[in-house]
């Protein structure tokens, strides 16, 4: 009677003496007998096999529980319940309790988790024996269109050396982790400026003197059939000098000489200069702008080289017909400036190189276009990120620069 089924079997039995009042005739047919009966059959099934399953988690409950008061230490006293992320498994790896701050790491509700092996919902400890978990891990979770580089770590739990349960903490690394990135990123460009800047000096002596008598010689002065190679050597001469320029520039820049800066006019004025290039690759360059000013705290050559040198890249990447987008936006806190083409995307392998020094994928291209623009965003205060564009194929490229409030009260601070 106070089972699932029998309270089903009593509302089932009170709707069959109703019927059967209202309508004795319908109630009397046996096929009818026998489709009530079949019905109450397959409820009690259900519903008995419900509550066993029912039965049967709250056992591993209680099991994984007293495993967790009985350990030594105790880690009820050593796991901060109000801070951390905390998770608790049974011996199959199924969630059987976690606290408020876990559904608000994962922005999933508890009732959603809870009953559901581990591994189904966060894709780690695939093999969650006990015995056999590892004890630290880290993984990638995007959840509303948000990702988050998350870390975990496992303790068994023991009851009298059973294994009876895991208890799981979660822990958000996504900041440090993108702050190891740029430590990195800073490190490799302090080794190249470290053995870099005698070589390029050494190189820019012999290349000078080639280059001025190379001038020197007139074209009477060569064979006829040597002259067309004269102004072939002058341009690759050029080429290498640019190179150097360039090298220079990554490994001995100079300080950036700040003031206010109106992006919304500044960077419409530095498009002009690659009219030629998007006719030429039959692309199609939309602004995206506020209609008002927005201003930053900016070197306006520095800044305009290094956004010419991520948009050189745009345009590039874009199939003829293609838009490149660059779109500006003032928020609170910054101003940022993205700029999306419709090409095929950064290849997954790809993503952690691309701005390297000297990594290129391009046959004519130096590798130090976007390392440069790069160490120019970092000396704005500003970050560089890639991310796949809105749409099926594409790159966005996102420049956040502090807004002038920020800025301005970060120098009086």
């Given amino acids: 009677m106070f089972t699932t089924w029998g309270r089903v079997w009593v509302i089932f039995a009170t709707i069959v003496l109703v019927v059967s009042y209202a309508n004795p005739i319908l109630s009397s047919s046996p096929l009818l007998l026998l489709v009530h009966i079949t019905f109450l059959l397959v409820i009690m099934v259900l519903f008995d096999r419900k509550e066993k399953q029912e039965r049967i988690l709250h056992q591993r409950h209680l099991k994984t529980m007293r495993a967790l008061l009985r350990q030594n230490p105790p880690l009820v006293q050593t796991v901060d319940y109000t801070r951390e992320a905390v998770i608790l498994l049974d011996d199959t790896g199924t969630i059987l309790e976690l606290n408020s701050q876990s559904s608000y790491l994962l922005s999933l509700p508890e009732s959603y988790l809870v009953g559901k092996p581990i591994y189904d919902v966060l894709g780690i400890l695939p093999n969650s024996h006990p015995s056999n978990v590892p ?219 691309i701005l390297d020094p000297f990594f290129t994928t391009h046959k004519e291209g130096t590798g130090l276009g976007l390392t440069i623009a790069q160490q120019i965003i970092l000396t704005h205060h500003g970050k560089l990120h890639f991310s796949d564009s809105s749409s099926s194929t594409g790159t966005e490229v996102t420049i956040d620069f502090p807004s002038l409030s920020n800025f301005t009260g970060s120098l009086s601070a």
């Fill in 135 to 353: 004890e630290n891990g880290d993984f990638t979770w995007t959840q509303k269109g948000i990702v988050k580089q998350l870390k975990f770590r496992t303790r068994p739990l023991l009851d009298h050396n059973n294994p009876s349960g895991i208890l799981v903490t979660l822990f958000d690394i996504s900041e440090a982790k993108n702050r190891l990135e740029s430590e990195l990123q800073v490190e490799k460009l302090s080794i190249i400026s470290q053995v870099s800047a005698g070589l390029a000096h050494e190189i820019r002596n012999p290349m000078t003197t080639i280059k001025g008598f190379m001038q020197l010689i007139t074209p009477d002065q060569w064979p006829e059939s040597f002259r067309p190679y004269q102004q072939l050597i002058l341009d690759e001469i050029q080429t290498i000098d640019q190179l150097l320029n360039n090298f220079i520039l990554l490994t001995n820049p100079s300080a950036p000489h700040l003031e206010r800066l109106n992006l919304a006019e500044a960077i419409p004025s530095m498009t002009q200069a690659i009219q030629t290039r998007l006719h030429k690759q039959g692309v199609n360059l939309v602004l995206e702008f506020p209609s008002h000013p927005v201003y930053i705290m900016g070197d306006r050559e520095q800044l305009l080289q290094a956004l010419l040198s991520i948009l050189n890249n745009a345009i590039e990447a874009s199939p003829k017909g293609g838009n490149v987008i660059i779109r500006l936006r003032e928020e609170e806190s910054c101003v940022s400036v993205n700029i999306i083409d419709d090409g095929p995307g950064i290849p997954e392998n790809l993503r952690q190189r």
